[in-house]
């Protein structure tokens, strides 16, 4: 899923048509069709107004999927001793809220 799908998604979501989001742009209908169908891509300088229309972040529009908060502990041995990472992919707003509220109750037992 790209860009253009999620311009669809988020602007079904919130009800608001094609040619209500060309007019808030001041751009013409088609190249905002144009936007979600993929043929042209969207310019950078329109994503922070696309999120203030539609009350989003701008990181929804890069979203691949929804989902929740993946920790993937990995322990690798080398001479030193163990190096120890942690890879967290966070997919949507409600995984950091997530992740958030996990780390907070971590630092409260301290």
């Not at 007019?23 to 310019?43: A, P, Q």
């Not at 992740?99 to 109750?105: A, C, F």
């Amino acid at each position: 899923m790209g860009i253009s799908d999620n311009l669809v998604k988020i602007r079904n979501k919130q009800d608001i048509s094609q040619q209500e989001v060309a007019d808030f742009l001041g751009i013409g209908l088609r190249t905002y069709v144009d936007w979600e169908s993929g043929k042209t891509d969207v310019k950078c300088s329109y994503l922070p107004k696309l999120a203030t229309l539609f009350k989003v972040e701008i990181g929804d529009f890069f979203q691949e999927k929804l989902g929740k908060v993946v920790i993937n502990q990995h322990y690798v041995e080398n001479k030193e001793g163990s190096i120890n990472s942690v890879i967290l992919i966070l997919t949507d707003k409600d995984g950091i809220e997530q992740l958030t509220d996990v780390v907070k109750k971590i630092v409260e037992k301290e």
